[in-house]
């Protein structure tokens, strides 16, 4: 395994499908615009949010809490390991558990399990299990009651997401153990010093993967919630994607998932022919300099696009919050474009997470037997990865224009909402497009 490997996202250059990328493209375009038609045609009152409330299958114990605080101890016991490794382990991506836990466990394990589980990072997080101990000895009467509204409004969310694709994307260094380690570390501290000051509920506004993973919860067909006259927490079971349909953003949550969905674009961007020339015989800082502005020029992109669909729906409707309103189409959107780029790395290379946690430090070590375990890089062929990268790509967009339609057709009249509807739509098409010229390209 080499460094590049570990971090060449979305393991396979080219479909391995029987069709070009045009073709592709343009067959995905035409299933969306078939679609939509067909659902105003067919589908004239929203259906979702009933469905998304599901069946109780079973009721959540007291030794759920034990199970929760086993998971949360093992968690924070895996991030001071991680925090450490980064400081005193080897200073290079293959040998220390750092990079791999980073960009492979946390960033794409902990995304789908999220869009699988449900709401599952707020009870393994190791900033919620600092932040709450950091309540308890802080006590509530020593708080400010007055946070800033830089904190109280969200939109702080939206700097961790931004710094960590920098450092994924753009920084020639970012996955150096050495810059991990210190950038887990301020990010930790920052957090920590808001909890002593506004309290973690208030800090946690601020925590930008808490933010992203949990709107991605939102697609998971399991969810845990109150129930009957006494309150009882039970778990229910609903028909997978739907929940988002009871998802309402604000406009900083908006902007979290519009940058995680940019920097993904660019990621598949940054693999194409075009970028490769671009960057070619450039090193650190100048190669940091162009994937900087490369990076910000596609979330740019995908950002005004939807800002101005939102806009158009807006001048159509009158309802001022539009952009918000529909911003619950883009969360399956998103989780087509990671399950595409990211699936078959989570697969591949993240088998070497295994191996490197018997030997975090790169010390020689072998704590669990698996140190010297070999890695399967035929786990999965080339065809199956393209075949779920088309898949994942065209299905995220079609649950997206079911989702948009039915909120569509629960807030406005018919026509109404089939009106608004066609920026989005047109929208949709162009990412799907260019999310699959790029995984072809």
Do not use: C
């Not at 000051?197 to 208030?202: A, D, H, P, T, V």
């Amino acid at each position: 395994m080499t460094e590049f490997l570990i971090f060449a996202h979305g393991v396979g250059g080219r479909l391995d499908l029987p069709l070009s990328e045009w073709q592709v493209a343009w067959a995905a375009a035409v299933a969306l615009i078939f679609s939509f038609a067909a659902l105003g045609y067919f589908w004239h009152k929203p259906l979702l949010k009933k469905l998304s409330v599901g069946h109780p299958i079973f009721s959540v114990s007291k030794q759920v809490g034990l199970l929760k605080t086993i998971f949360r101890s093992i968690s924070l016991v895996l991030f001071l390991v991680v925090v450490i490794a980064g400081f005193i382990g080897q200073d290079n991506t293959v040998a220390n558990l750092a990079p791999i836990t980073v960009f492979v466990v946390f960033w794409i394990g902990v995304a789908f399990a999220s869009a699988v589980f449900g709401h599952i990072w707020r009870n393994l997080s190791p900033w919620e299990t600092l932040g709450n101990f950091v309540d308890r000895i802080r006590g509530e009467d020593q708080r400010d009651d007055s946070p800033p509204n830089w904190l109280t409004s969200g939109w702080s969310a939206l700097l961790p997401i931004s710094v960590f694709h920098w450092f994924e994307l753009a920084y020639h260094d970012g996955a150096s153990p050495r810059v991990l380690g210190w950038w887990i570390s301020i990010y930790t501290i920052g957090l920590m010093v808001i909890a002593w000051k506004w309290g973690w509920s208030q800090a946690r506004k601020a925590e930008g993967f808490d933010v992203l993973f949990s709107a991605l919860a939102e697609l998971s067909p399991f969810k845990v919630r109150e129930n009957g006259p006494q309150k009882s927490k039970k778990m229910f079971i609903r028909v997978p994607f739907v929940g988002v349909s009871n998802y309402e953003m604000t406009s900083a949550q908006l902007a979290v998932v519009l940058a995680a969905l940019g920097g993904t674009a660019f990621d598949g961007f940054s693999r194409t022919r075009f970028w490769g020339e671009m960057i070619v015989g450039r090193t650190k800082w100048e190669l940091t300099l162009v994937n900087t502005i490369g990076l910000i020029w596609i979330v740019a992109l995908v950002g005004v696009a939807y800002h101005l669909a939102g806009k158009l729906g807006s001048r159509t409707t009158g309802d001022p919050k539009f952009s918000e309103r529909f911003g619950a189409s883009l969360i399956p959107i998103l989780f087509g474009y990671d399950l595409a780029h990211y699936f078959s790395l989570l697969l591949l290379e993240g088998q070497a997470f295994k191996v490197l946690i018997s030997d975090p430090f790169g010390k020689g070590w072998d704590i669990f037997g698996t140190a010297t375990d070999p890695i399967n890089w035929t786990l999965i062929s080339t065809g199956t990865i393209g075949w779920v990268q088309l898949i994942s790509i065209v299905g995220g967009h079609l649950i997206g224009v079911l989702v948009s339609h039915d909120r569509g057709v629960e807030k406005f009249q018919l026509k109404e909402a089939m009106r608004s509807q066609y920026p989005m739509l047109a929208v949709m098409v162009l990412y799907t497009m260019f999310g699959l010229v790029l995984m072809t390209g």
